[in-house]
């Protein structure tokens, strides 16, 4: 006879609660069932290697899935070790007491054991699915079977009943249909198999169900990953990347991890042959898959991989997470954060081996996914800059290559004491600014830097090995010989009130006009203070939301040596009050050169075709 009774812990309160509230997304319920019918079986083997009385029959190792669209059921069946009266009644009517729990509790520390369930609660994600839910299971070793009967709204019943074997049905009876909901979808064969191979694919036992009159085998249970190195080719690992992660092109690298210890996981990571298409938009989700004992938990976990390798596609699988009561999400940071930091020195080790024995193929890996780098080092203030510098490459004069900081420091000029650097839109402004072709001249290497977040990560690494880093363009470069710079402190002298003119004129746009030995065939340059430079004031001013107009200190550079000083100091004699106009020019004509807007156009279409004009009259 059927024993009516009510839900322990609460009752119905806390059933509704976990029904509608522990679990976001509904098709949770079957990984659910299909875990603990693995349990089930895992306890049963488990048994039969302790005491040699128990026969098990290795076929019998399977869970098998049936649709019966009639009578609107899917039935999830095993032959594990089963459930008595008592324990129906134990373990499934009083919610959150989990038998896996005890069992592993039970068992010793050393003892190898995967255990998926742990609170007792997925069985009741059935509800969310079914209007009834009828568990049929006999104990192994036991004569009877019982039935667990309930629609989750006023308790349950626990009945004897007939099983010719050991083991547990489950028969849910799938809900109908509602405006909100779509429930008719876990009667068709297609959902269950999708479910299945996303959640449930590496489950170790077979799950079968029967399809066009044969039973077939749903999932692949060996992942990849668990399988040893010699016995997966590169052709597979290609396969189920491009499976797996939906890209059309082998990945450009492959990094398989096992590690021991606290805690344990298997890794295996994907670096993509090119850019994904969404990577640098809001569409794009960054993270690691993440698998606890085979069976998935969740896609896009971006606690597992830092920001600055975020191209990095895979997955993870550890038997050692703390999971949630849904197990949908972790309990605790530490774990994780274990696993994050061993996969991306794993990475950066990776890396760093590709650059020093393959550089080729690094240079090409940097130019697809150097720039997420490069901002990993500028965020959170540089917290990562000393992990990522030696990962750097920037073009530079040496060549015109690729060349990391470690290079350029093997290749300094004795004395040299920093490490120099020029900013531009593209390497060919950056050659061609007046700076550059000084600064090389006096046999220095000079980095290109032509990325907009360049700068802002020489700002935040400061120095390399001691070496401080040096824009060419701004403040003094003290590299002339002390015979130049007293030839240039002389003809300073000569042309101090020339200088003052030239900087009154110009007093709203620059904080000082002087002479330099920076310029070699140019007539002009225009450099600016210490802090910041013109290409983080372009790159500044181009941001949204910016709180102020953000511009550099600027200072006009005139050659000594050229013969527009000359020019200048004839016109400063005879007609002062063309210096104005005159003064006007030169600025506008180092901006061009420095890749600055003109501030009037026309004004200095103006300027130049009077100049012009007068230089016909003169002819």
């Known amino acids: ?233 590169e052709e597979e690992l290609n396969q189920f990347y491009k499976d797996k992660f939906h890209d059309f092109e082998d990945p450009f690298k492959t990094i398989q991890m096992k590690v021991e210890g606290n805690p344990s996981f298997d890794a295996l990571l994907y670096i993509p042959n090119r850019v994904p298409m969404n990577f640098y938009s809001q569409q794009f989700e960054p993270g690691l898959q993440l698998y606890s004992r085979g069976v998935f938990i969740m896609d896009h976990n971006k606690s597992l991989i830092p920001e600055h390798f975020r191209f990095v596609r895979g997955l993870v699988d550890s038997p050692d997470l703390s999971l949630n009561i849904s197990r949908e999400i972790l309990q605790h940071d530490r774990q994780l954060n274990a696993i994050s930091k061993r996969i991306e020195r794993k990475i950066r080790s990776e890396l760093e081996l590709m650059m020093r024995n393959e550089r080729e193929r690094y240079e090409s890996f940097w130019d697809n996914f150097g720039r997420p780098i490069k901002y990993g080092l500028y965020a959170q203030f540089g917290a990562n800059k000393e992990d990522l510098q030696d990962l750097l490459l920037f073009k530079s004069t040496h060549e015109d290559k690729y060349t990391s900081l470690k290079e350029y420091i093997e290749r300094m000029k004795e004395g040299q004491d920093v490490i120099y650097y020029a900013s531009g839109e593209s390497i060919g402004k950056i050659k061609a600014l007046p700076q550059t072709e000084y600064v090389v001249s006096k046999g220095f290497e000079v980095f ?109 550079e005139i050659n000594p040596e050229h013969d527009l000083l000359k020019a200048l100091e004839t016109v400063y004699e005879n007609d002062k009050s063309r210096i104005e106009d005159l003064a006007a020019i030169l600025y506008d004509q180092a901006s061009l050169i420095e890749g600055l807007a003109i501030e009037d156009p026309v004004a200095f279409s103006r300027r130049l075709a009077q100049l012009m004009i007068d230089a016909s009259k003169k002819a």
């Open 1 to 233: 006879m059927a024993r009516k009774k009510q839900f322990k812990a609460e009752s119905q309160r806390l059933l509704d609660l976990m029904i509608n509230s522990i679990y976001t997304n509904k098709e949770i319920f079957l990984r659910e069932l299909i875990s603990n019918a693995s349990d089930a079986t895992d306890k049963l083997y488990f048994k039969s290697l302790q005491d040699t009385s128990v026969e098990l029959n290795q076929d019998d190792l399977v869970i098998t899935l049936t649709i019966n669209k009639d009578e609107r059921q899917l039935i999830i069946e095993d032959k594990g070790i089963g459930m008595n009266d008592k324990e129906l009644e134990s373990f499934l009517g009083t919610i959150a007491n989990s038998d896996s729990h005890a069992f592993k509790k039970a068992l010793d520390e050393e003892e190898d054991v995967d255990i998926i369930g742990q609170f007792g609660v997925g069985f009741y994600s059935a509800f969310m699915v079914s209007s009834m839910v009828k568990v049929i299971s006999k104990a192994y070793g036991d004569d009877k079977a019982y039935a667990f009967e309930s629609n989750g709204l006023d308790g349950y019943t626990v009945s004897e009943t007939e099983r010719d074997s050991h083991g547990t049905t489950i028969i849910l009876t799938i809900k109908e249909n509602t405006d909100d909901d779509n429930y008719d979808e876990y009667l068709e064969s297609f959902t269950i198999k999708s479910l299945v191979r996303q959640y449930s694919d590496y489950i170790r036992y077979p799950i079968m169900m029967e399809e066009d009159g044969e039973l077939k085998k749903l999932n692949s249970q060996v992942p990849i990953w668990k399988r040893s190195k010699n016995d997966v080719t």
């Open 448 to 556: 290109y830097l032509d990325d907009e977040i360049d700068e802002f990560v020489i700002q935040i690494l400061q120095s390399y090995d001691d070496k401080m880093f040096k824009s060419i363009s701004q403040g003094e470069l003290d590299i002339d010989d002390e015979e130049t710079k007293e030839e240039l402190q002389k003809k300073t002298e000569e042309s101090k009130d020339l200088m003052n003119e030239l900087k009154d004129a110009l007093k709203d746009k620059v904080d000082d006009v002087r002479l330099s030995t920076r310029l070699l065939n140019h007539p002009v340059g225009l450099v600016s203070e210490e802090g910041l430079s013109f290409e983080m004031e372009k790159v500044l001013n181009q941001m949204e939301d910016k709180p102020q107009e953000f511009k550099a200190k600027r200072i006009l």
